[in-house]
Each structure stands twice: as C-alpha cells, then as structure tokens.
C-alpha cells in the first residue's frame, strides 16, 4: 500500500542542474527517514543523501557535497534531491528511500523501509 514514486530525472549536461522529487503515499503514520541512493551499471548502489523528516538533518555522500541539496516537504510526504554541477560520475538510476510507519492494507502499524522504482539520471559531456 505504501508506495515511493520518483520523477524528475532525465537527460542533462555535465554543470547543469536537475531536482528529483519522492512523493510517499499510503496510510502513513510518520516518515521517520527518507534519502536518495544510486545505482551505476556494475556498481554497488550507495547512499547520496538522507534526510530526517522530523527536525530536517541531513547527511550527504562525500562526492555530492556542495553541490546537492537534499530537503522534504512533510505536508507533501515529498523529499527532493536538487543536483547541481552535474558529473558524469553522478550518472545513475536513482533511488528513493524511506524508513516509514504505517497500516499496510488495514493491518497493525508497522515500520518498513521502502523503495522507489528508480528514476535514470543521465550526465553528456
């Protein structure tokens, strides 16, 4: 019942600019984390970036330091990735992620960790 859909990624320059939205849906009872990881071909998916709804703290990945941004609207159950001086290393699918308490189909409340189906972020010299 809970679900995790991204958008906001596609095709952009090495410099350029891209945000990434995570919108949670379901019968939620609190979003105690949600972040951003992503996958390259061949490689080990890695945290980017992760944010505590509750109070905003954030944390980032050494590599995306300083050029992006990680931040949530709880009103919206949303968390956005804004990316800025693209690399072509930054090239991945992207993943949502999120720590979330709810009632999955009527059932007792429970906390699980969801994902997103991934959105494909592209980088072009």
């Known amino acids: 019942q809970v679900q995790l859909v991204e958008s906001g990624g596609g095709l952009v320059q090495a410099g350029g600019s891209l945000r990434l939205s995570c919108a949670a849906s379901g019968s939620i009872f609190s979003i105690n984390a949600m972040g951003w990881y992503r996958q390259a071909p061949g490689k080990q998916r890695e945290l980017v970036a992760t944010v505590i709804p509750r109070g905003g703290s954030t944390n980032y990945a050494d590599s995306v330091k300083g050029r992006f941004t990680i931040s949530r609207d709880n009103a919206k159950n949303t968390v956005y990735l804004q990316m800025n001086s693209l690399k072509p290393e930054d090239a991945a699918v992207y993943y949502c992620?999120?720590?979330?308490?709810?009632?999955?189909?009527?059932?007792?409340?429970?906390?699980?960790?969801?994902w997103g189906q991934g959105t494909r972020v592209t980088v072009s010299l």
């Open positions: 992620n999120a720590k979330i308490a709810a009632w999955n189909n009527g059932g007792p409340l429970t906390e699980n960790e969801y």
